[in-house]
T-cell receptor, first 109, second 115 residues
Framework: DAKTTQPPSMDCAEGRAANLPCNHS???????VYWYRQIHSQGPQYIIH???NNETNEMASLIITEDRKSSTLILPHATLRDTAVYYC??????????FGAGTRLTVKP | EAEVAQSPRYKITEKSQAVAFWCDPI?????LYWYRQILGQGPELLVQ????????DSQLPKDRFSAERLKGVDSTLKIQPAELGDSAMYLC?????????????FGPGTRLTVL
């Protein structure tokens, strides 16, 4: 079973920031938080990961709370191409990839 | 940017036939994974290789599924005989190592339809 909880769906207006929450209240000290997304009929795409500190790359920002029990993925300027299912995964090893149902993000014009 | 390659992208077969999927991981990645994703669900791990050795195949239905990575590079997943319930997306992923910091990168997948 996945060790994370995500809302099943969210909407976002094009050009606005999309903030996707993830709850991982049982995370342990050596587990990383990873985010992937899956656009319809494609393989999951890696977005970003972090351990304790906030992280930013060209795709998104990851904000992890100080107690590490939750995190937020931020897409700063959502486009229609960001419509996808977003998965939050916590893992202690590369193979420890337990996908939940994810959040279906719909970006609307 | 290096990518995981998979073929074919789509496969339609009749039940009781044999099917095979191919995966070429990112160059230099020692760890390779095969996943199955049923429509509407997240991917589930079938088998994991470290170089040419199987590390975990506990979720692989071994009566009909087999996987190999003979030279520790590309890999083949086979189903024989295919059943209606095998209709799914089959995904291959690779990572440079086994640590939590080692990111898995996925291929585009093979969509299997069993008639």
């Amino acid at each position: 079973d996945a060790k994370t909880t995500q809302p099943p769906s969210m909407d976002c207006a094009e050009g606005r920031a999309a903030n996707l929450p993830c709850n991982h209240s049982t995370i342990s000290g050596n587990e990383y938080v990873y985010w992937y997304r899956q656009i319809h009929s494609q393989g999951p795409q890696y977005i970003i990961h972090g351990l304790k500190n906030n992280e930013t790359n060209e795709m998104a920002s990851l904000i992890i709370t100080e107690d590490r029990k939750s995190s937020t993925l931020i897409l700063p300027h959502a486009t229609l191409r960001d419509t996808a299912v977003y998965y939050c995964i916590v893992r202690v090893a590369a193979s420890d990839m337990r996908f939940g149902a994810g959040t279906r993000l719909t970006v609307k014009p | 940017e290096a990518e995981v390659a998979q073929s074919p992208r789509y496969k339609i077969t009749e039940k009781s036939q044999a099917v095979a999927f191919w995966c070429d991981p990112i160059s230099g990645h020692a760890t390779l994974y095969w996943y199955r994703q049923i429509l509407g669900q997240g991917p589930e791990l079938l088998v994991q290789f470290q170089d040419e050795s199987v590390v975990d195949d506990s979720q692989l239905p071994k009566d009909r599924f087999s996987a190999e990575r003979l030279k520790g590079v590309d890999s083949t997943l086979k189903i024989q005989p295919a059943e209606l319930g095998d209709s799914a997306m089959y995904l291959c992923a690779s990572s440079s190592g086994l640590l939590a910091i080692d990111t898995q990168y996925f291929g585009p997948g093979t969509r299997l339809t069993v008639l």
